[in-house]
């Protein structure tokens, strides 16, 4: 059984576009979720997110829809995005990352539409997932300590996007690299070809200042 870090945040659209295709995936892999707060790697990286450029924002929606349809995957675009995600990733580890919690809560923002910002939309959550309690139980220290270590080991890994998927310390980036990810995983040496290596070692060119 080959285990994969899978990175997320339920900010992204595309990770839960990626999840909803796991049943793509080999069935002999295990799929290990880390939330981490994409907004930490970009300020890490000092860059803006796809939402925060015009062109780029409405580009990301109209190709979520189409890939959404394509896939026949259901959707329903949240109230509004970006949005703040911490109750969502502080919630993902209070129920130590269960796969089937995090589909769920991944289902409450982008099948249904609904928001944590909503009270009434919020208790139906909690009660689905069965928490009592549940504000007092995210805001506990040890739950936010465990979501920056995530997001600092997160850059210490190399990761710069969500979702990202992790095997053998091999990155493969965004839902469009599961086939990528699927063949490395039948045939790892693919990462050893000719052409690859002459990829990995391509000098750069000019830098912006």
Do not use: C
Not at 58 to 80: D, K, M, S
């Amino acid at each position: 059984m080959k285990k994969i870090d899978w990175y997320f945040d339920f900010i992204s659209p595309f990770a839960y576009l990626s999840l909803k295709r796991f049943n793509t995936l080999p069935v002999d892999i295990e799929i290990n979720p880390i939330p981490i707060l994409f907004a930490g790697l970009l300020n890490h990286y000092d860059t803006k997110g796809p939402a925060e450029i015009k062109r780029m924002r409405e580009y990301t929606f109209r190709h979520i829809v189409w890939l959404a349809q394509q896939y026949q995957i259901p959707l329903t675009l949240p109230p509004a995005h970006p949005f703040n995600p911490l109750k969502y990733l502080r919630l993902s580890l209070l129920v130590e990352n269960d796969l089937k919690a995090i589909e769920s809560i991944f289902d409450f923002i982008w099948k249904e539409g609904r928001s944590a910002e909503n009270e009434t939309d919020w208790n139906t959550l909690s009660k689905a997932l069965n928490i009592t309690n549940l504000e007092s139980k995210i805001s506990q220290q040890t739950i936010k300590d465990q979501l920056l270590q995530n997001t600092q080991d997160a850059v210490k890994t190399g990761i710069f996007g969500v979702p990202t998927f992790v095997v053998d310390d091999e990155l493969f980036f965004g839902q469009d690299s599961m086939v990528f990810l699927t063949e490395y995983l039948q045939n790892p040496e693919i990462l050893h070809s000719k052409a690859m290596s002459l990829a990995d070692m391509l000098p750069e060119g000019i830098t912006r200042k």
